[in-house]
């Protein structure tokens, strides 16, 4: 069976799903994304990685990666082998020895396991046909904004800051492992860099 690489383009709050996050993947080289409603752990623990924060104690998904590489196992790819009523399977492919094994997992904790292990994200073909948006018709933004989360202040909340501020504000929220906190934290600083430059 085919299969296509992904990225890692963004992630925003789940507009269906309190409390959720939609990790955004986009196939690559091509304008088609793959939207995956995740958990806020999850969501955490990939944008800590992402922005290479460095958490006071180890994040599970840090836990599993020190547990792989004591007992010399490497999770060689990452790939979403099923999609059923909605929900997206993955599974990891590790080797340790020369032998290769294939271990079901969570998409969330696949990718969030991709980034540290730094191996790349696959979907087959099939799946990408049936689950993909094309950001062409469908008239959506190459970038995932984070929209006001409901009931909650958005970013309003920081404008009195000055980025300086708000980067201290960040390491602050790390060091104290309020990492929803620091991921919204992140955005702003990401999206005022961005109008910046």
């Known amino acids: 069976m085919k299969k296509v690489k992904l ?4 992630m925003s709050y789940s507009q269906s799903s309190s409390g ?5 993947l986009g196939v690559s080289g091509e304008n088609r994304r793959l939207p995956i409603i995740i958990g806020g752990f999850e969501a955490q ?19 599993f990666k020190s547990f792989a590489d004591h007992f010399q196992i490497k999770i060689r790819e990452v790939v979403i082998n099923k999609f059923e009523e909605g929900i997206f399977f993955s599974k990891l492919v590790c080797e340790t020895g020369g032998q290769v094994t294939e271990i079901d997992s969570r998409t969330s904790d696949a990718v969030a396991l991709a980034i540290r292990f730094d191996c790349p994200i696959y979907a087959y073909q099939s799946i990408i046909d049936e689950a ?13 904004e984070l929209p006001e989360k409901p009931g909650k202040k958005g970013r ?9 501020e708000l980067e201290e504000m960040l390491q602050k929220a790390v060091s104290e492992e309020k990492y ?15 109008n910046l430059g």
């Open 7 to 10: 990225e890692i383009v963004g």
């Open 20 to 24: 959720a996050y939609a990790l955004i």
């Open 45 to 63: 623990a990939i944008a800590i990685e992402l922005e290479k924060m460095k958490p006071t104690r180890p994040l599970t998904h840090d836990l």
């Open 132 to 144: 993909a948006i094309d950001m062409d018709t469908e008239g959506l933004s190459d970038e995932a």
């Open 156 to 164: 309003k909340k920081y404008d009195d800051y000055l980025l300086e």
């Open 180 to 194: 929803e906190e620091a991921s919204r934290l992140r955005d702003e600083i990401n999206r005022r860099k961005k």
